[in-house]
């Protein structure tokens, strides 16, 4: 997928050699103020200008039409088509479609909402009952009590969506918590050729379970008991459990395509959505080229809050994507449960693990031949990952099996194992992803352990084979634990900045927690999720950025409910400025993957924080306008804005309004290039829009990073009343340090405004780079 920032280039060269065979799905950006008048509808007239480019013999087929986030259409088009469409008079731009792909109970709890917490969030909110969340994703199982709409009044008189009816999805599919649900499968067939029914459904309902355990994160009702396996038992809930719930059906066996995606975000504005949820990423390509930034800002201009997961592309750095300003980007944290599942050596060492697996165990007491899988014969290489067909039965039979992570899932290399006569499995992380563990409802007993835990494994096997007795192990298996210290810690996985896409805005923006989180679960699918686990559970416990993600569009509408007059800009600012970055030991949160403290590159403005988002006394608002000036500032066309904002944008003010970095965003990054200069400075314009209480003095705190010098003026802030806003002046100044070529250093510290009963957080993170 990483062609697609060259994919103009490429479109020149290929046009002299295009075929059929080379077709592909783009999204076309249409003027949408110049439709001649002797067409009936926008469908007629897209059709008629695909039919000027198309050779006569072939069928001109729109894959979908958009009206409300993006005015244009999607079609399948050779290299040379989409050339000749791009030189049309009303033809905006051209875009090619990317593939993107999901990313993978006692949360509530965890973040401080309580059922019985009467002055709470959860209180004021009346849980949301007015608000819809739009979760766009693999669909729902809308049979799940996580869905039922018990004690739930009317729909909401603004709602103008609707549940479509299929053979599997019918009139009883939906009710009062389920209030819309509807399937894109047009730019996935256009690729794919026409789904196979029997693997998944041409409907709303959902074949994989990652729609349906988002959706509950949200939105689920309580549910007592719940537990998965017997784990985690308690009762579920979602975030906002009285919010309803509009399923988007996009993501299909073969991935999620951008066409299906926008026309997702066009259904959801035009059916009244409040929130929607995005569980999905892929590639950061520039915004004009990103169907997900350009479809959710479409969503934020009609006042829609949007959030997406930041990706599970950690640890490594630049691994965040969903980065846009107008999306809130969410990584994952953990949570204070875990579940041990430690490995005992015949050596007598115990090393930790952790795994959700309640079949027929190994027997108490008995100690099991262990093997690594690199060593069984075969290419070593696709044996060490326990990849389909590499295991040798004679090698593996009636033995613990150690299998390296990495390539094929997680659960499926149990399945290999399983299958090749193996009674165990345990899961080595690779370097990469260091000490971060992920619990998974295994086929057979399993646990998973870290990076050095498995080298540790690894030498015992080694040293036991050249001695006289060969390695032993077994699993033992110790159920929930809760309570965990440290936590919450930066899950091993969670995608980190800088922003590829534009450094001076800090990605992602909060984390939430995203490791082994309990939600409902489809019937026709195994909890480990491969085909021949038949086991059956109505809960099932994930980890991702896609599980984080939902944490934060459930609180949004918590938020929305509750001020009903704030901005999505308003809401997100309130949860970044709120967030807390310190464990409950007291100390920056931990960096999974390391053990050493993490950054802000890790965690943005830190770990929502429900209960203070309530009520954060100021907010930094954004309207659309500032987001213009920001693309502006961006050195885009005002062909490529036009294509984001559906505005003919002027830039000439925003060169006025200074540089990037002074979008009004609750976070400041100062990216400073060291060519040969000693001290280099920035600035950063902000205001803040007083939420609190009518006359309030506001006193700011600096703690500028190191090597910086950082003034903030006025240094006070005197507000009279409600509703009133107040600029600021932050300046930077930083003096050059000893880089080799093309290196970066990262310094941070943090902007504070207090009145005495409201502290308002602003990260500030200076970044110097060494020019190659």
């Known amino acids: ?31 949408h103020d110049v439709k001649p ?42 290299p040379t088509e989409a050339l000749k469409l791009q030189t049309l008079p009303h033809i905006i731009a051209v875009i090619p479609e990317q593939v993107r792909h999901v990313q993978t109970t006692r949360s509530p709890l965890f973040l401080g909402l309580k059922t019985t917490d009467s002055a709470g969030l959860l209180k004021e909110s009346d849980f949301g009952s007015d608000l819809v969340i739009g979760v766009i994703d693999t669909g729902i199982w809308p049979e799940r009590q996580s869905f039922n709409d018990r004690d739930l009044g009317p729909i909401p008189s603004k709602w103008k969506g609707q549940c479509v009816r299929t053979k599997d999805f019918g009139s009883s599919s939906c009710n009062k918590k389920l209030i819309g649900a509807k399937f894109f499968c047009n730019g996935y067939e256009a690729t794919n050729g026409k789904m196979n029914e029997t693997s998944e459904f041409r409907s709303p309902r959902d074949s994989d379970g990652h729609g349906t355990h988002t959706a509950s994160i949200a939105a689920g009702r309580y549910v007592f008991p719940a537990s998965t396996l017997g784990y985690a038992k308690g009762v579920a809930a979602g975030m906002a459990p009285k919010a309803r719930l509009a399923a ?56 829609i809050f949007v959030s997406a997961s930041a990706g599970n592309g950690g640890p490594g750095g630049l691994s965040v994507t969903n980065v846009a300003p107008w999306v809130a980007t969410v990584g994952a944290g953990t949570i204070d449960r875990d579940f041990p599942a430690d490995v005992k050596l015949g050596n007598g060492k115990v090393v930790p693990g952790v795994s959700v697996y309640n079949g027929p165990g190994l027997s108490p007491g008995r100690m099991y031949p262990l093997v690594y899988a690199g060593t069984g014969g075969g290419d070593g290489y696709s044996s060490s990952l326990c ?51 992920v619990a998974d409802c295994h086929v057979l007993p399993a646990t998973a352990v870290g990076a050095a835990n498995g080298d540790e494994i690894r030498r015992y096997i080694d040293s036991a084979s050249k001695s006289k007795s060969p390695a032993t192990a077994t699993i033992v298996f110790k159920g929930t634990r809760l309570g965990v210290r440290p936590a919450p810690v930066v899950a091993s996985f969670s995608a980190r900045g800088p922003n590829p896409e534009t450094p001076e805005i800090l990605k992602p923006d909060v984390i939430a927690p995203g490791l082994n989180i309990l939600a409902a679960w489809p019937d026709k699918v195994g909890p480990s999720g491969v085909a021949s686990d038949k086991r059956r559970t109505e809960f ?5 950025t896609s599980m984080a993600c939902p944490h934060v569009s459930g609180l949004a509408a918590l938020l929305k409910a509750a001020h009903s007059e704030w901005s999505p ?11 807390y970055t310190v464990d409950n030991r007291g100390e920056t949160m931990l960096d999974e993957s390391s053990g050493n403290t993490s950054t802000v590159l890790d965690f943005g403005s830190g770990h929502v924080h429900p209960t203070k988002a309530m009520d954060p006394g100021l907010v930094y608002d954004i309207t659309s306008m500032d987001y213009v000036d920001f693309l502006c500032n961006s050195n885009y066309t005002i062909n490529n804005i036009q294509v984001i904002t559906r505005r003919n944008a002027d830039c000439s003010g925003a060169k006025r309004a200074g540089h990037i970095g002074n979008l009004n965003y609750p976070s400041f990054s100062a990216v400073f290039q060291q060519y040969g200069k000693h001290k280099m400075s920035t600035h950063f314009l902000r205001q803040v829009t007083n939420v609190g209480d009518p006359n309030s003095v506001y006193k700011v705190t600096v703690r500028p990073p190191s090597g910086t010098l950082v003034t903030v003026e006025p240094e006070q802030l005197v507000f009279r009343r409600v509703g009133q806003k107040l600029n600021f002046l932050v300046r930077v100044q930083a003096m050059a340090v000893k880089l080799s070529p093309g290196s970066t250093n990262m310094k941070s510290g943090s902007i504070v405004w207090s009145d005495g009963k409201h502290n308002v957080t602003s990260p500030l993170i200076v970044t110097m780079q060494q020019p190659l």
């Open 540 to 544: 099932n416990i994930l980890s991702g």
């Open 569 to 579: 800009a308003a809401i997100k600012s309130a949860l970044m400025t709120t967030a």
């Open 387 to 437: 990849m389909e067909g590499s295991l040798d039965p004679d090698f593996v039979k009636g033995k613990i099996v150690l299998c390296d992570r990495g390539i094929n899932s997680r659960a499926a290399k149990g399945e290999v194992v399983k299958k090749a006569g193996g009674i165990g499995m345990i899961l080595a992380n690779g370097v990469f992803d260091g000490e971060g563990l």
């Open 1 to 31: 997928m990483g062609f697609f920032p060259f994919f103009f280039l490429s479109l020149l060269s290929l046009a002299s050699s295009a075929s059929r065979v080379d077709q592909k799905t783009f999204i076309v950006r249409v003027q």
């Open 248 to 303: 988007y059906k996009v993501c299909w066996n073969a991935g999620c395509y951008d066409s299906d995606i926008l026309a997702a975000f066009d259904a959801a504005v035009a059916d009244g959505v409040d929130v929607i949820s995005l569980s999905v990423g892929g590639v950061v390509v520039p915004y004009y080229l990103d169907a997900i930034a350009i479809g959710a800002f479409g969503a934020a201009d009609k006042g």
């Open 37 to 78: 008048s002797i067409f009936t509808t926008h469908k007629h007239w897209y059709e008629s200008s695909l039919s000027s480019v198309l050779s006569p013999s072939t069928p001109t087929q729109v894959l979908h039409v958009y009206d409300n986030v993006f005015h244009g259409f999607s079609a399948k088009l050779s």
